[in-house]
Each structure stands twice: as structure tokens, then as C-alpha cells.
């Protein structure tokens, strides 16, 4: 008997639930908790303005720039969870949106180009190419060692194609892949939706990951 196709089933309805709670975690965090610091913040600046004790108002100036940097990190949060670019404009606006928190992160630049026309693709296969480029680009700023980076996009007629490569450190991939869940997992979910993704790399010589999706 053929249990694959029900381990697939299962792998994927998991992984679905798990994209359902981060997406209800990155929405609380963002209208919740981010709005309520939001209104602290608003709250504070009123309260500088009132204060003439001059050692009080630097307090206040301090505590109120304490309260913006916890906004902006509570919304970097939330975009890096759950992207809301991702179903309102494509996996390409998200992309661009997910790179800028993660160039201001890890000091990475990283070079991105799209050819062709994006495709409408769902909200599925959206969610894990975002998640696999996501976990591919967090890879290179944990193990690389290297400040650049590029990712390719290519929308063939009944194929996207991805490219994402660093000219970083380099790892024997064969035993990174037993010591590294994230780069099993990002193959795995490629292939729960019927793509394939292809991990190359060589000690001092960067790596490449190459995936691919058929276009239906």
C-alpha cells in the first residue's frame, strides 16, 4: 500500500494550520499590541509637550522614543510573519517588502530581478515560495558570511523559476542537509505543491538554490 500520498496530505495540513496561526499571531501583533503602543505613544507625546521640568521632559522624550522603536519592531514583526502585501499585490510586492526589513536587519543587500510577468499563482503556493525564499535568505545572513546576495525571478509560460545565490563561506550540502531542518523543510514544502527545489554549494565558493514551480 502506498501511504505517500496521505503522508503528503498530512504534511500539508499541517504546514496549512501552521501559515493560519502565523497569520492570526502577525494580525494580533499588528492591530493589537501594535495599536495599543500606538496610543501609549500618542499618550506620551502629549504629556512632553505639558511637562516644564526640564530633566522630567527629557525623561518623557526618552520613554516616548522608547515607545516608537517598539512600535517599529512590533510592525517588522508582523510583516516578517505574515506579509499582508502577499494576498493584496503578489508574491513579488511581498518579496520587495520582506527584503527591506531584511536588508535594515542583517546589513545584506540583495539584488533582485523579475523577468517576464508575474502570474497569478494561490494564496498557497504564495505562502510557501515566500517562506522557502524567505528561510533561503535567512540562511545566507546566518552561515554565508557575506553582505550580498541576489534573487531572480523568471515567469515562463507554464513555469516560475527562482534563483537565489550568495558568493558567501559555502557548505558541503549533503551534511548541512541532515544537520539544517530549514533547508529539508524548504525542499519539502516544494514539494507538497508540486515544485522542486535544488540546493548547490561548495566550500568558499557561495551557494545557489534553484526552485521552480510548474505554472498551471
Not at 112 to 129: A, H, K, V
Not at 140 to 167: P, Q
Not at 180 to 199: F, V
Request: aromatic share 6%.
Amino acid at each position: 500500500m502506498n501511504t505517500q500520498p496521505l503522508k503528503n496530505n498530512i504534511s500539508s495540513y499541517i504546514i496549512q494550520t501552521h501559515e493560519e496561526e502565523i497569520k492570526r499571531i502577525a494580525i494580533e501583533l499588528h492591530e493589537g499590541v501594535g495599536q495599543s503602543l500606538s496610543s501609549l505613544f500618542s499618550g506620551m507625546q502629549l504629556i512632553e509637550t505639558a511637562i516644564e521640568q526640564p530633566a522630567m521632559k527629557i525623561y518623557a522624550g526618552d520613554m516616548k522614543q522608547l515607545l516608537e522603536k517598539a512600535i517599529q519592531e512590533i510592525r517588522l514583526l508582523a510583516v516578517e510573519l505574515h506579509p499582508p502585501t502577499l494576498t493584496t499585490f503578489g508574491l513579488i510586492s511581498a518579496i520587495k517588502s520582506y527584503m527591506k526589513i531584511y536588508t535594515s536587519t542583517y546589513g545584506i543587500e540583495v539584488e533582485m530581478e523579475n523577468l517576464g510577468i508575474e502570474s497569478q499563482i494561490s494564496d498557497r503556493d504564495s505562502i510557501t515560495l515566500f517562506r522557502v525564499c524567505q528561510e533561503a535568505l535567512v540562511n545566507i545572513a546566518r552561515y554565508a558570511d557575506t553582505t550580498k546576495a541576489s534573487i531572480l525571478f523568471k515567469w515562463e509560460k507554464s513555469m516560475l523559476l527562482i534563483m537565489i545565490k550568495d558568493s558567501g563561506r559555502g557548505f558541503e550540502v549533503e551534511a548541512a542537509m541532515n544537520k539544517l531542518s530549514g533547508l529539508a523543510a524548504m525542499c519539502e514544502r516544494m514539494h507538497l505543491i508540486g515544485g522542486n527545489c535544488t540546493i548547490f554549494s561548495k566550500i568558499d565558493d557561495g551557494t545557489s538554490i534553484e526552485i521552480s514551480l510548474p505554472l498551471y
